[in-house]
């Protein structure tokens, strides 16, 4: 039986159709010899508040023409993760599950990380252990364009949610179910449940 290895780019507490394949896949390769894109969910995610979807973004260092992704840093010219983990918490702090994962997710906005791709991916390796998945998680070495014998997702949209189960939310509009958003808003809102999706 051959197993499903899946590349994925490294993303920020990516979307529920990113965390779907991370969650089917036997192991997952995550590219980090790109060329940095940016305005990308390398650094950004959606959450959904009270005034509706909020872009939070992780401020970079200056990048060089044609920085790979894994020698991308994080700026902490400002404090953004006090400023994401505030807006993060008055989102999501009255649903249902908020309680249980915070102190799992908290000190990702308290401890400094050197690298992108080594927050985004302790950040993952964490939704996976709330999850009570296991999962083996490598890299890729160099960059290739058209690999072999693995299912390249390197271009999955974050916001492909066309086939997710709409699940309660806190902030849905009505009874209007809004895609697209960070694993964390089921996280929070179904708990354990977000493997079901």
């Known amino acids: 039986m051959t197993r499903d290895t899946v590349l994925l780019t490294t993303a920020y507490l990516p979307s529920l159709a ?26 950004r995610c959606e959450i959904l508040t009270a005034n509706g979807r909020l872009s939070l973004s992780i401020p970079l260092g200056k ?17 953004w993760q006090q400023q994401h ?11 249902p599950y908020f309680e249980f994962f915070e102190d799992e997710l908290r000190p990702f906005y308290e401890q400094r990380f050197e690298f992108l791709m080594d927050y985004n991916t302790a ?19 160099q960059y290739e364009p058209h690999p072999s014998g693995i299912r390249d997702l390197r271009a999955l949209l974050q916001t492909a949610e066309a086939s997710i189960t709409p699940h309660y939310q806190v902030f849905s509009i009505g009874s209007d179910f809004v895609p697209g958003l960070s694993c964390i808003d089921a ?6 449940e977000t493997k079901l999706l």
């Open 18 to 43: 990113y965390l779907r394949e991370v969650l089917h896949a036997d192991e997952v390769v995550l590219e980090g010899q790109e060329h940095f894109v940016k305005q990308s969910y390398r650094n």
């Open 63 to 79: 990048q060089a023409d044609k920085e790979i992704t894994a020698r991308k840093r994080i700026s902490y010219a400002e404090n």
């Open 85 to 95: 983990w505030r807006t993060i918490t008055s989102a999501y702090k009255g649903s």
């Open 123 to 141: 950040l993952l390796k964490s939704v996976l252990h709330i999850l009570r998945v296991r999962k083996e998680i490598r890299f890729t070495e």
């Open 187 to 192: 996280l929070f809102n179904i708990g354990l």
